[in-house]
């Protein structure tokens, strides 16, 4: 049973505009939350995370929102670049749990 | 070394054979992961080992898989009796304790069972 989904398996995306990755969860007892990107033959390297007791944390051009009550979080990427072109991976875990529960991912392609 | 190292990185095996992946972390992580990802799943939890500690092997799929890690160190993942669902990218990776997401990847080792 999957408890972390992303629903859109690919997004395509012009160079310079916003890029929007969603994710959704099912298990209200999630605590952390991350985001990882994964190029073609490399491993997925951490890209963000947030924790529950925030609703927003960004780095430079990424940020990610959380909305418990909805049980979602998203992705912004502003602005989009060609080197952003990859698979974006959501995470989550629950407190004191080392494990994470993966999304099946979204394959971003950034237009030039 | 710089990251961490998964080999082979690619492996074709017949049904029924046994196969061996190897991942060595980084040096001075104590927390080693195996996950795997299936065609058009997200990443699943194999095993975790941290120190000394005993392994937590909840998310091995069948008692045909197993693991190990030698001197808290190099890890091996090996699978028995191969079946065509065992097919995956097996994705080991490390950190520096538990609870410290921001795992290192290795670039994973692609299993394919014919």
Known sequence: DQQVKQNSPSLSVQEGRISILNCDYTNSMFDYFLWYKKYPAEGPTFLISISSIKDKNEDGRFTVFLNKSAKHLSLHIVPSQPGDSAVYFCAASERNDYKLSFGAGTTVTVRA | ?114
Do not use: M
């Open chain 2, 1 to 114: 070394g710089a990251g961490v190292s998964q080999s082979p990185s690619n492996k074709v095996t017949e049904k029924g054979k046994d196969v061996e992946l190897r991942c060595d972390p980084i040096s001075g992580h104590t927390a080693l992961y195996w996950y795997r990802q299936s065609l058009g799943q997200g990443l699943e939890f194999l095993i975790y080992f941290q120190g000394n500690s005993a392994p937590d092997k909840s998310g091995l799929p069948s008692d045909r898989f197993s693991a190990e890690r030698t001197g808290g160190s190099v890890s091996t993942l090996t699978i028995q009796r191969t079946q065509q669902e065992d097919s995956a990218v097996y994705l080991c990776a490390s950190s520096l304790s538990a609870f410290t997401y921001g795992y290192t990847f290795g670039s994973g080792t692609r299993l394919t069972v014919v």
